[in-house]
């Protein structure tokens, strides 16, 4: 279950696909008001998870070498 | 002699032993230049040799002499073609010249006019291009229902180029501008050289089958065909063809095109143009759309909200109809006016007593012994034990008694008795 995990360490994809879902049951479904609410919290706490990753996102440069995967220090 | 004889026709008509000029050098010279042009198997030749005298003045025009074991031969380059020309010409140079053949009048020499020059091998390599594209093509390895769709938001990007050559820097700034979420594999590889198709196969399968990427860049900066051959090889066209992860192909200029292009799911016409179409969407674009989806999750959350609120506000206004606080309300309204009511009972009672406490109050005060002997009674007290006489039989002659008045009290003593 992907709710088990905690929102913090979702991926930039795992926590905008669920966004989107949580978003369009919104728009879509009529939920009770305690769903609703719930939804829209666990949204929130998905759009702070999404901007903290992209306002931190940094590219991962790796090498691969005869010994495996290494950091590429280019200049 | 030698020019009659190769252009028999035109000098038919001119006797052989005429002595007065029918021509003058310019005109003979003219009449040359016009034949050779005119003969379109000139006007578009490849000519091979090596250069000597190879001379730039600064009109730009290039001039040298090709020359082989046997023969040489003029080459003019004006400077519009010569700004073109994809190698710098030396002396001692191998090439291969394409132009057409015409008269320089002045000189009186007729010299080939270049556009395109190519270094020797270059042509015997374009034929095997030719000949391997042909194969490959007819196995279908170039068919566009083989090409599979790129990711739209690459996670993994993995790489495969020199680690350092310009190409890499180029693709490695743009991924970070354009996509700094992606992680990027570098596989690095010689991009040229006879080891270089090997090492570039090898890097394929490694990326496929360790990192698994979700996209590779397969790409080398500019080069003549030779620079770039690696990725016209057999096998590199192959290994790009089978990868299982889609390939985007940035190798060269715009211009330049491999049989690895042709073999990629999407060919780019340079390294940076790779990074680019590998980051569709970018960094900027998943802002927007972050901010879009807060913008629709607030407000499907506020509307779901007022619609509820004016939903509560009808059930509200029909629940306060029934509602069992107007009962109460009105009950406690009853509530109020029987406590008053009780109120005013118990104050009415409590006024009734007092007034009968009052006349108690009178009735005490007309009983009280006070008043009798205001009336002209006295109270008598024997002295001795104060007590009461109400009887001739308490008293004896000599006895003090106290005798009680309304304003005081006196003593007397007994002198004599009598019965009633």
Request: aromatic content about 6%.
């Amino acid at each position: 279950m992907a709710k088990q995990k905690p929102v913090a360490d979702f991926s930039f994809e795992e926590a905008s696909s669920e966004l989107e879902a949580i978003v369009a049951t919104l728009e879509n479904e009529q939920k009770s008001l305690e769903d609703s609410m719930a939804l829209f919290e666990r949204g929130q706490a998905l759009i702070k998870r999404c901007s903290g990753l992209l306002e931190k996102a940094e590219l991962k440069v790796k090498q691969l070498t005869d010994n495996g995967i290494s950091d590429f220090q280019d200049g | 002699m030698h020019l009659i004889e190769e252009y028999p026709h035109s000098m038919s008509q001119i006797p052989l032993f005429e002595t007065t000029p029918h021509w003058t050098v310019t005109e003979l010279t003219r009449y040359l230049r016009q034949v050779l042009e005119s003969d379109s198997s000139l006007q578009d030749v490849w000519v091979q040799g090596e250069i000597s005298n190879f001379s730039r003045p600064s009109s730009g025009h290039l001039y040298f002499t090709l020359k082989d074991a046997g023969s040489s031969l003029r080459c003019v380059v004006w400077k519009t073609d010569a700004s073109r020309l994809r190698l710098t010409l030396q002396d001692g140079m191998a090439i291969e010249a394409h132009g057409a053949i015409s008269v320089y009048e002045v000189g009186g020499q007729y010299q080939l006019y270049v556009n395109l020059i190519k270094p020797v091998g270059e042509g015997a390599l374009y034929q095997e291009f030719l000949r391997l594209k042909a194969l490959l093509d007819a196995e279908g390895l170039f068919d566009p229902s083989r090409k599979r769709p790129l990711p739209e938001l690459p996670r993994r990007i993995g790489i495969i180029t020199s680690p350092t050559g310009a190409a890499l820097r180029d693709m490695l700034n743009t991924l970070r501008r354009r996509l700094p979420l992606a992680e990027v594999f570098i596989a690095p590889s010689p991009v040229q050289g006879d080891e270089a198709p090997a090492r570039l196969v090898v890097a394929l399968e490694i990326l496929n089958s360790k990192i698994k990427p979700d996209v590779i860049l397969i790409a080398r900066g500019g080069g003549s065909i030779e620079d770039l051959w690696a990725f016209n090889d057999e096998r590199v066209v192959r290994a790009v063809a089978v990868s299982k992860t889609p390939v985007i192909s940035g190798v060269g200029h715009e211009t330049d095109f491999t049989l690895t292009d042709f073999a990629a799911d999407l060919r780019a016409p340079t390294p940076t143009a790779a990074a680019e179409l590998a980051t569709a969407i970018t960094i900027e674009d998943l802002k927007y759309a972050i901010g879009q989806l807060q913008m629709n999750l607030t407000e499907s959350i506020h509307s779901s909200l007022e619609s509820r609120r004016v939903d509560l506000g009808n059930a509200d206004l029909q629940l306060k109809q029934f509602s069992p606080i107007r009962r109460l309300q009105s009950d406690r309204q009853r509530v109020d006016e029987w406590g008053h009511l009780v109120e005013t009972a118990i104050r009415h009672k409590l006024d009734l007593s007092l007034l009968r406490v009052q006349a108690l109050d009178q009735r005490l005060v007309a009983l009280s012994p006070l008043e009798v002997l205001k009336r002209g009674y006295a109270v008598v007290k024997r002295s001795k034990d104060a007590r009461l006489v109400d009887s001739v039989k308490k008293v004896k002659r000599g006895d003090e008694l106290q005798v009680r008045v309304s304003d005081g009290s006196f003593n007397v003593n007994v002198s004599g008795k009598a019965d009633g």
